[in-house]
């Protein structure tokens, strides 16, 4: 017996036969999955009622005694039951991870894919069963930054029921976020099926934090006016062209001026001016744009290339009011963006699945069940 059938090619306008797959060499029931694209291959799987009825509330009832599909499982009829238009390759995962028929390409998923399984298992009530897979999974996606495949990795999160996943999901989501997401996130159909209130709040997050950037960024003009000490910098002033020269120039490079080089200082109005210059040159000036289009990660970036900046140099050296201001900056921005909470399931009813302790029962090569915001 083949463990699977490759499909025979269908004739034009036939409907192609099903793709088989023997997942039990004591199957008692066939189940035919039809797919949700009119493209599809179906897919038959020949299962083992014991072993799903197991893994399953829906399918207990199914293959119990007040179902036709059960009556004739039970009387060895190997009955076939059609399924519905599901995700055909989300379904063939599902199926066959829980007759542990073991596949490399089941150990890792696209975000896509999990969401897929993820509305599948809600669906047939199985996320019980696949929950070392899960924890598995997740794993090997925790690095996504992608806004998309966050989403996607959020309704996964959702439909599983993994609140602690979800949390640091959502707060990951609203770290590589721009104020955008939600456009980005409304042309995906498996997105949109996130509770209103849950992408809402997520948003109200992503909007709250670009607030706090931005008013950390205009606080620091007020607070450069409040420090009046001046000290020299290391350079010349052209009086006549307002170029800053090394300290040992006798001529201006540009103008060619030699009578009006002057010492040059660092002073209340040459920090403010020095500050908007800085923030202009990590693209963070004018504001409005960078606000607009940009991910908070990505802002924060450019908030810590502003520290970095070093062509500002005056005898203050690390205590100039300047360098001060823009290391304190890039702090708080630090501090808005790991404070960012991420949105709770907890108060939205969906109770988390207890903890299964999996000891070398399903499970991809490193599996261990864990639940661990992968932060
Ligand atoms: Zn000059
Ligand atoms: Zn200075």
């Not at 019980?128 to 794993?139: C, E, G, I, M």
């Not at 052209?238 to 201006?252: E, F, S, T, W």
């Not at 202009?280 to 004018?286: E, F, M, T, V």
Request: with cysteine.
């Amino acid at each position: 017996m083949s463990e699977r059938e490759t499909p025979k090619p269908a004739i034009d306008g036939a409907v192609p036969p099903p793709e088989i797959f023997h997942l039990h060499p004591e199957a008692d029931a066939r189940l035919v999955i039809h797919g949700d694209s009119a493209s599809d291959v179906p897919k038959e799987f020949l299962v083992s009622s014991a072993v799903l009825s197991v893994a399953s509330p829906y399918f207990r009832a199914l293959f119990g005694p007040n179902f036709k599909e059960g009556i004739e499982t039970r009387r060895g009829d190997c009955p076939t039951i059609v399924m519905g238009d599901d995700d055909l390759d989300g379904m063939e995962t599902i199926l066959s991870l829980l007759h542990f028929r073991t596949l490399k390409r089941y150990d890792t998923l696209t975000p896509e894919a999990l969401a897929a399984i993820a509305l599948l298992s809600d669906k047939y009530d199985c996320a019980k069963a696949l929950r070392p897979w899960v924890s598995h999974w997740f794993r090997a996606v925790r690095g996504t930054t992608d806004p998309e495949k966050l989403g996607f990795l959020l309704v996964a999160a959702y439909f599983l029921r993994i609140p602690s996943q979800f949390l640091a999901l959502s707060a990951r989501a609203v770290r590589h976020a721009s104020i955008s997401l939600a456009s980005i996130w409304a042309k995906h159909d498996i997105i949109s099926l996130l509770p209103h209130e849950i992408r809402d709040a997520l948003m109200g997050q992503v909007s709250q934090t670009l607030d706090k950037m931005h008013e950390e960024l205009q606080l620091v003009e007020a607070s450069l006016q409040l420090e009046n000490r001046g000290s020299r910098t290391g350079c010349r002033l052209c009086q006549n062209c307002g170029r800053r020269l090394p300290p040992a120039a006798k001529k201006c490079s540009s103008c060619l001026n030699s009578s009006g080089l002057q010492v040059s200082y660092c002073t209340c109005q040459t920090r403010v001016a020095e500050y908007f210059a800085v923030l202009r040159r990590c693209n963070l000036w004018p504001s409005v744009r960078p606000f607009k289009e940009c991910t908070i990660s990505e802002l924060a970036n450019r908030f810590a290339r502003a520290e970095d900046d070093r062509l500002h140099r005056c005898n203050a050296g690390r205590d100039c009011a300047l360098r001060k201001a823009l290391e304190r900056l890039s702090e708080r921005v630090d501090k808005i963006v790991s404070d960012v909470a991420g949105v709770s399931l907890d108060s939205g009813g969906r109770e988390e699945l207890e903890e299964v302790q999996p000891s070398g029962g399903p499970g991809g090569p490193n599996a261990q069940g864990s639940d661990e915001p992968q932060g």
